[in-house]
């Protein structure tokens, strides 16, 4: 029985190809190939026989639990924001307690936030370029931050130094919020799993599912919607002596939007789940994710509806950070999924 053996040596300067024949109980030198690297040589051996190691780095708007991040190993980029004249840096060692937070808001309080700078982005980035990772960073929504942008220029900014070394760096827009960018990066985590996927892979696939991630939310105070200029103050003011409660979506170019309106808190949870019942057929949800301002309760009935309809769990339950919640008000609820597309008509 012939077999051909193949023997690869290379360094820096130089590779050296061995073939070898295998046949009765011997090795015999086939050919032998050897040559100086020019670059395009380098470029491919880098290609055939290395992955770069790279990073996964998100925003504090994933409103994921602290030990999320710390067991997948993704460095979190802070927001600031103020409260009650205190600025906050929006790392978890530096913010308020999502409920002391709310319970601020409930008592007149106002919150503002403000969007990552370049600078910031660039400190996070050259970290982990000077451990040469090359760097997937998913971003909040550029339909509700310019941090998105920023990231870009910072990405311009840095690359040039370290082109000559390989680096790679991928600024993905999620076009998502809350959890629903937390339920992104935890299908961009898993996918980061599959063997010999690098950065460029990685995020080619985080660009192709992004349109997937599907979030609807509810809120028990149209005040805040009316301070983010959702909703016009005369319906505010009406809205809420009815008991009218939106209902709202994320959509296709990451805009918060409302798209349905009805009477009472539990027919609003219920729409949440009804609207999944309309994109789930054939989608992969091993499981949702569910968000609250302050109202763990009702996000728990969510869950249990979705298990009873739809026989799906949810993974995390998890209040929404104040960065968030700065705009959406105590009482929010929110449900994430992956669904068909995320194509709904506008109010």
Do not use: W
């Not at 460095?75 to 924001?81: C, G, K, L, Q």
């Not at 990552?116 to 509700?144: A, Q, T």
């Not at 660009?207 to 009316?226: A, G």
């Amino acid at each position: 029985m012939n077999n051909l053996l193949i023997v690869i040596f290379y360094n820096q300067f130089a590779v050296s190809i061995f073939v070898f024949v295998y046949y009765d109980e011997y090795f015999f030198l086939l050919s032998l190939k050897f040559c100086v690297y020019s670059d395009i040589i380098k470029e491919k051996i880098k290609e055939v026989f290395f992955v770069r190691d790279f990073v996964i780095i998100t925003d504090v708007t994933c409103d994921l639990p602290e030990s999320y991040y710390d067991q997948a190993h993704i460095p979190v980029v802070p927001f600031m924001y103020t409260i009650d004249g205190v600025e906050y840096d929006g790392t978890f060692a530096h913010s308020l307690n999502p409920h002391l937070f709310y319970e601020k808001l409930k008592n007149g309080s106002t919150s503002k936030t403000s969007a990552v700078s370049p600078d910031l982005l660039c400190r996070f980035f050259e970290h982990s370029l000077k451990e040469n990772k090359d760097i997937v960073y998913l971003s909040f929504s550029s339909g509700l931050s310019s941090t998105y942008q920023n990231a870009c220029i910072a990405r311009d900014e840095l690359l040039p130094a370290y082109e000559s070394q390989g680096a790679v760096i991928r600024c993905v827009d999620s076009l998502c919020a809350s959890l629903g960018q937390g339920l992104f990066v935890d299908l961009v985590v898993r996918k980061s799993k599959e063997p010999n996927i690098d950065a460029n892979a990685l995020a080619d696939y985080a660009e192709s599912i992004k349109q997937h991630v599907c979030h609807y939310f509810t809120v028990d105070d149209l005040h805040h919607l009316y301070r983010g200029g959702r909703v016009s103050k005369t319906a505010a003011i009406f809205g809420t002596m009815l008991g009218i409660k939106p209902v709202l979506h994320v959509d296709e170019a990451g805009h918060l939007i409302p798209i349905g309106k009805v009477r009472g808190r539990k027919a609003s949870l219920d729409a949440l789940v009804s609207k999944m019942g309309t994109k789930i057929d054939g989608q992969e949800n091993p499981y949702v994710f569910i968000s609250h301002g302050d109202c763990e309760k009702d996000a728990e009935y969510v869950a249990k509806q979705v298990k009873e309809k739809y026989g799906i769990k949810t993974k995390i339950i998890n209040p929404i950070g104040p960065v968030i919640g700065t705009h959406s008000g105590p009482g929010t609820v929110a449900l994430f999924f992956v669904g068909s597309d995320r194509n709904e008509k506008k109010l």
